[in-house]
């Protein structure tokens, strides 16, 4: 099963000099997609790696057939992840600016690969290593390639027409993960068509952090999910949002919560919308739990 380790700052700082301990820094921003890169280039934590969530951990997305983030093919996967020098043995520790979206993507594609343990998100992301003094570099590191090797487990996850096969089905419990607003089909500013999947709860990724960014308590979020599932079994939940991001934070947070990991819909709002045919729900009436 899938283990959710979070790290924070102090942490960290004393593990940086372990041979085994590999950093990959996973910042991005949907409204500026070179933003990630440009902010390693700036600053980073000394030995870290870059990988981007479009040309590293997304494949190419396909117009009117996959969702904004398909997965990516598993052999290019696993050579990004070689080439940020990960060794199956390896420590892994991810971050992002702090909400921990980009860093749990990451997080989920190495469990997808087989790689259930040892790999950390840092609680608060580079903020909060920045607001714990920890030393940052502007230079790209120097890191060997690694020899990782893994293999696809489609157990975790679920497509579109097994879904809508699914839909109906009173034991289905189904999250998304996207702002409120976005639920409803209230406001759209990414995908052209607005709603949610009919069934679905509104479970926002953020909500699953306290008021300074950092994960709720393990007990915390397992009353969250609790009531979501209102005793219907895991092992019967779907995770989405908009394009199979961010649904990556609410499975971490669920295994924070000592869940078994449930299954993803990789494409996600954006890919369900691309067949007219898929039913959609949009009303300002529904609200979360």
């Keep these: 099963m899938p283990i959710a380790q979070l790290i924070n ?6 593990r ?13 921003s949907l409204d500026d997609p070179a933003y990630g890169r440009h902010s390693y280039e700036e600053a980073h934590i000394p030995g870290a790696a870059f990988l981007d969530l479009e040309k590293d951990l997304s494949g190419p997305m396909v ?18 992840f070689r080439g940020a020098g990960l060794n199956n043995d390896s420590e892994v520790v991810l971050y992002d600016d702090g909400p921990g979206a980009f860093a749990a993507r990451a997080w989920w594609l190495l469990a997808w690969l087989g790689k259930r343990s040892g790999v950390y998100l840092l609680d608060g992301g580079f903020r909060a290593w920045l607001d714990a003094a920890g030393g940052v570099s502007g230079e790209q590191a120097s890191i060997p390639p690694g020899t990782f090797e893994g293999t696809p487990d489609d157990s975790l996850v679920i497509g579109a027409q097994q879904l ?23 406001q759209e500013p990414i ?5 949610h999947i009919p069934g679905a709860r509104c479970v926002p990724f953020t909500e699953n952090l306290d008021a300074t960014g950092r994960f709720l308590s393990s007990s915390q979020l397992r009353a969250r999910f609790d009531q979501q599932l209102a005793g219907r079994s895991p092992d019967t939940l779907v995770a989405y949002c908009g394009s199979g991001v961010t649904a990556c934070h609410n499975l971490f947070a669920l295994c924070l919560a000592g869940h078994p990991m449930p299954k993803l819909y990789p494409g996600s709002w954006s890919e369900w919308i691309t067949d007219p045919d898929r039913p959609i729900t949009s009303s300002k009436a529904q609200r979360c739990d």
Excluded at 18 to 28: H, N, Q, S, V, Y
Excluded at 191 to 195: I, K, W
């Design 16 to 28: 940086l000099t372990e041979p085994t301990l590999r950093i990959l820094d996973c910042r991005f």
């Design 63 to 80: 117009p009117g057939q996959t969702g904004r983030h398909p997965l990516p093919q598993p052999e290019q996967l696993i050579e990004r």
């Design 9 to 14: 700052a102090t942490q960290l700082k004393a």
């Design 191 to 195: 995908d052209p068509v607005a709603g």
């Design 164 to 186: 809508l096969a699914h839909l109906n089905k009173p034991d289905l419990t189904l999250l998304d993960a996207r702002a409120l607003p976005r639920f409803l089909g209230e």
